[in-house]
């Protein structure tokens, strides 16, 4: 059974983060977690599933929801389990990106859809690509922002030694709570430089940094946030192929500070039907630095017949 559209989630912000279209927030049981899920347009017209990464939420599509409304769909955004106001189940094994891809299916199952349009950034990439190779069957068109191929990036990653030095912070999130009290240490600083040193100048705004501190000060949060990366470590994704076979769009920005410019292109040869659109002078936080550019490639290449 679907929830209340209107049960609105306590603290969401919804009202204020986009003002142009009505949200719904509420929460939906997939997968046996709680997923606080942002949902936007007519329920019948077309489907987008939207995917964060680290260290967001589901704010971090707000620029994208009006412009995906207003052509025609109907736009799901999550906050990914362990995320905000969404579960945060125990354990790092529940934090395997199989996990997460198999929520996404059964939300596509809660609006009595089949197949949906699936777009993911960062770790909501990595969910994204997931789908693609382990449930084809439902998606429609994938579309991936600086998140690489799983065999592009451990190819790479074995490969180039500036990869794995791009990586190494990773290996640090590997350690029990003290990447917890780091990330928590100055009101959440580390985490805030993070988006604030390797975005563009005035990318994020000291209400958007805000809104992630809230965010990342939920109980819980920080643990479940990074356990995805322990769960990577210890339980890597092994889909049961490499070819995605879902026409895929990627789009990268160029001046990626964690990933080299060359997995846009290695992750695009691991697609049957591929578009490759590389932004340069964009960092990784494409969706916040190109907003209108990025929201008019997802609208060409979902709207392809």
Known sequence: MR???RATAAGSGVEVAVPSVELDSHRRTVNGVALHVVAAGD???PLIVLLHGFPEFWYAWRAQIPTLVEAG??????DLRGYNLSEKPDGVRSYRVRESSRDVVDLIATENRDVAHVVGHDWGGMVAWDLGLRHPETVDRLAVVNAPHPTAYLQQLAANPE???RSLYAVFFQLPWLPEHVCRYGDYRILERG????AAPGTFSGDDLARYRRAWGRDGALTGMLNWYRAAARYPPIP???RVEVPTLIVWGENDNALVPQLAVD???CCDESRLELLPETSHWVPHEA???LTSLLLEHVDRE
């Open 3 to 5: 929830p209340n559209p």
């Open 43 to 45: 329920e019948a017209d």
């Open 73 to 78: 769909y109907r736009v799901l955004v999550p």
């Open 163 to 165: 990869q794995l030095f």
């Open 195 to 198: 988006l604030r040193k390797t």
């Open 240 to 242: 049961r192929t490499e």
């Open 267 to 269: 992750s695009a040869d």
């Open 291 to 293: 907003p209108a550019r």
